[in-house]
């Protein structure tokens, strides 16, 4: 872990990615796709006749953690070989289509956060409010498209008057992490600069985003991506939870 971690509260704005950072909802989309990957390769190969290597937790890590869904599933599917139609947003979910499977997986994911809810990590929470009291501006950037539900779950969106998730970067034509873009829009919303902010993010390709938006600070979270992987996506700063950032 860094041995020299930032003052962020000095800065112009801190940005926050949502699953995994603030809340561990990753944990909850980490066995929404390995549930619908494994029956989808199970149901797959007995259709083709083809043997796919198995859904791993490897796999979530390298192909979805923090792309936006139907990337994710587009990138996992070309590390299987497998080539699936589009579809639409009308499409069953389940159906074998990319929207179709993302559909699927979606449910999975907003029926296991009306169940079981969400509370955020203590750290982080902490580090919010020390935020807060600063006047520190901050948002949300997140893939997903529910973030404003997530954050609502938690009892921590009144700390956030900028989110920018999966639906305002689809209304907006904003590309996806690996691409800064979603990271740049927020900082524009907050009336910063990228020399002055920070990006907080526990995925290889949300810290690759932060790098190449030349961001002053990419602090990478590491909730099992792995340390020398975030640095190597770009990560300035590694720590295993946003608690050693507050002061």
Known sequence: MSTSLPDV????????????????????????????????????????GT?????TDQDYFDHVDGRPR????????????????????????GTHTVHGLGLQKNSAFLAALERDGVDPYPGSLALLE????????????SSSANATEVL????IDHFFEVVVDGRV?????????????????ACAR????????????????????????????????????GADALREAGATTVVADLQELVR
Do not use: M, N, Y
């Open 9 to 48: 509260t000095t800065l112009g704005a801190v940005l926050f990615d949502l699953d995994g950072v603030l809340t561990p909802t990753a944990e909850v989309h980490q066995r929404a796709w390995g549930d619908l990957f494994s029956s989808f390769l199970a149901e797959h190969g007995e259709e083709t």
């Open 51 to 55: 043997e796919h290597a198995p859904w």
């Open 70 to 93: 139907l990337e994710g599933i587009r990138t996992f599917l070309a590390s299987r070989g497998i080539d699936l139609p589009e579809g639409s947003e009308e499409d069953a979910p």
């Open 130 to 141: 020390q935020l807060a009291a600063a006047g520190t501006p901050v948002a949300v950037v």
């Open 152 to 155: 609502a779950a938690a009892g």
């Open 169 to 185: 970067a689809r209304a907006e034509d904003l590309p996806g992490k690996p691409a800064p873009d979603t990271f740049l829009a």
């Open 190 to 225: 907050l009336e910063a600069t990228p020399d002055r902010a920070a990006v907080v993010e526990d995925a290889t390709s949300g810290c690759r985003a932060g790098a190449a938006g030349g961001f002053a600070h990419v602090v990478g979270v590491d909730r099992g991506a």
